[in-house]
């Protein structure tokens, strides 16, 4: 076979197989930390193989969830800040997939950008590796897709794919009745939702990411990007003690949107907003950006990263199980007749 005659080449167009290659070497460590039982066959095949019997399943219902990162990225190569997101991809999959009842199983990730740099992927997966290893979720797979044209100097951006499994008859909500009560895991920060207003906010303030925060330690980009609490074992613990009705993940649309999606439509849920403290950095975010209280608890997860919905002669064993998991623990409210949540009390 002759060679063209311009002698173009796809690495001359801006795509770097080798270097493609180079990274797929480099993370095979980090995807090996993760095996669990289950794992057949991890990166380098067409596909990742997982085997549901050996992970302990007799009649498994599998459960997907698939998600990013958001703006909260434009933060992270900004400052050259990777790691962090990484564990962002992943929190936001799982914590969703343990909403349904299910363990999370394996992970695949998605990385695109303009031109390949393998440090920051491999920052960015190695915290992906970390996340999938606290959560008892193998990084099985995943594609790295160099697209010149697409992304502009150092931007890229993260998708990632996580499948679980639970029991048939297990899934989650379900039995949710009026006169449940609900109960509050804090988060650890903004988590990833709401960041296109929160660098609104931040410009607005004519700050700058290395602006020490006014908020908190570090500086400013360090405090915002705190990566998203994972729920997944916590909660796991509470789904087994049986008292557990429903579990919400509070991400975009906050409590507000998201409580309402675990609860038959004849009920809602009565909230106390002085049951806790708004964490210092909504509380700036509050008066620097104007926001109004229903905008924040819509936009923002407040300080309260998952929900769970007990019932009554349950919450003291429930709680005693997420405590001894490392989780805060606040009593939020209770289930109640009508649609919607409904707050009492003030957070501003």
């Not at 066959?41 to 992970?55: E, M």
């Not at 439509?265 to 909230?271: D, F, K, T, V, Y």
Request: proline content about 4%; overall charge negative; hydrophobic content about 45%.
């Amino acid at each position: 076979m002759s060679d063209g005659k311009n002698g173009l080449t796809y690495a001359a167009a801006g795509v770097d197989i080798d270097a493609g290659n180079a990274l797929v070497d480099r993370i095979k460590p980090a995807a090996a930390r993760t095996k669990r039982p289950g794992v057949m066959a991890g990166l380098g095949g067409f596909g990742g193989l997982f085997d549901l019997k050996a992970a302990g399943y007799d009649d498994p219902i599998l459960v997907a969830a698939t998600d990013g990162v958001g703006t909260k990225l434009r933060i992270a190569i900004d400052t050259g800040t990777y790691a962090g997101v990484g564990v962002d991809l992943v929190a936001m999959c799982v914590n969703d997939l343990v909403c349904q009842g299910a363990e999370p199983l394996f992970f695949l990730d998605y990385f695109a950008t303009g031109k390949l740099d393998l440090d920051v992927a491999s920052a960015v997966v190695e915290g992906i590796a970390d996340a999938c290893k606290a959560t008892g979720c193998a990084l099985i797979g995943g594609e790295t897709a160099e697209m010149p044209g697409m992304y502009e100097g150092a931007d890229f951006d993260l998708a990632g794919f996580a499948v679980g499994a639970m029991e048939r008859g297990a899934a989650l909500p379900a039995g949710v009745s009026e006169g449940d009560v609900v109960l509050g895991l804090t988060s650890s920060g903004v988590h990833s939702n709401g960041y296109s207003l929160v660098r609104r906010i931040v410009e607005h303030a004519g700050l700058g990411w290395d602006a020490p925060s006014p908020f908190g330690e570090g500086t400013l980009a360090e405090a915002l990007l705190a990566p998203t609490r994972l729920y997944v074992q916590p909660a796991l613990a509470a789904v087994r003690t049986g008292h557990v009705r429903g579990l919400a993940h509070i991400t975009g649309g906050g409590l507000t949107e998201n409580l309402p999606r675990v609860l038959p439509e004849w009920l809602g849920a009565r909230i106390d907003l002085g049951a806790w403290t708004l964490p210092a950095v909504f509380a700036w975010l509050a008066e620097v950006g104007g926001v109004a209280e229903g905008e924040l608890l819509k936009t923002f997860n407040a300080g309260i990263g998952m929900t769970l919905v007990v019932a009554p002669e349950g919450v003291a064993e429930v709680t005693a199980a997420l405590e001894a998991a490392g989780e805060t623990v606040i009593r939020l409210g209770e289930v109640t007749a009508g649609e919607g949540v409904a707050y009492r009390g003030a957070l501003l």
